[in-house]
């Protein structure tokens, strides 16, 4: 079946502008990531959704970033007045439930490059 | 603090060879442990998990990993190593803090399979 999609692949953008980045969950899946990857680093929690709601929403940097997911499915991050220091590769992962057992399954990625 | 490390930056092994791609972690409690690996401009796939049972974890692709409990590791391994195992390796283990799947990642290893 069809796996975790994230559009745009690649987003370029100048400083103080506003973007979004989507993620296209596994169907059916409940759970919701979002991690933040710098160059040459690990994947850095974000915010997590169980359905519609941001269960926990600790990772998010400060009040310029915010993400929703209205329908429990599909999700959008939004980062208002970008700055360079945006600048990374933004994952989303999905998993089944939230068990504390499940699997994240990861899509390709956003590449966010704030000029 | 919870936390996983990865003692080397880079590993490096001839085709055939086989490799080992270490992980220590620190979390209170059993813990949940998991391998992705990360191909250049692509999301990170799932490689095997550890939660309970059985020290010997088998997963994709021909890896395996040894849970060591006393020795708080979580080895990756691969009896004989392929040119096309070169990638980027993350060691994760679940925030025991939260009742969902919160992973905290590990900085990556590369590892680089000589021809």
């Known amino acids: 079946g069809a796996g975790v999609s994230q559009t745009p692949s690649n987003k370029v953008t100048e400083k103080g502008k506003y973007v979004e980045l989507r993620c296209d969950p596994i169907?059916?899946?409940?759970?919701l990531y979002w991690y933040r990857q710098s160059l040459g680093q690990g994947p850095e929690f974000l915010i997590y959704?169980?359905?519609?709601?941001?269960?926990?929403d600790s990772g998010l940097p400060n009040d310029r970033f915010f993400a929703v997911r209205p329908e429990g499915s599909v999700s959008t991050l939004k980062i208002q007045r970008t700055e360079r220091g945006d600048s990374a590769v933004y994952l989303c992962?999905?998993?089944?439930?939230?068990?504390?057992?499940?699997?994240?399954?990861f899509g390709p990625g956003t590449r966010l490059l704030v000029l | 603090a919870q936390s996983v490390a990865q003692p080397e930056d880079q590993v490096k092994v001839a085709e055939g060879n086989p490799l080992t791609v270490k992980c220590t972690y620190s979390v209170s409690g059993n813990p949940y442990l998991f391998w992705y690996v990360q191909y250049p401009n692509r999301g990170l796939q799932f490689l095997l998990k550890?939660?309970?049972?059985?020290?010997l974890v088998k997963g994709s692709y021909g890896f395996e990993a040894e849970f060591n409990k006393s020795q708080t590791s979580f080895h990756l391994k691969k009896p004989s190593a392929l040119v096309s195992d070169s990638a980027l390796y993350f060691c994760a283990v679940r925030d025991m803090k939260t009742s969902y799947d919160k992973v905290i990642f590990g900085p990556g290893t590369s590892l680089s399979v000589i021809p």
């Open positions: 169907s059916g899946h409940t759970a």
């Open positions: 992962a999905s998993s089944p439930g939230y068990s504390g057992q499940e699997t994240q399954y």
């Open positions: 550890y939660i309970t049972g059985d020290n």
């Open positions: 959704f169980q359905g519609t709601g941001a269960a926990d």
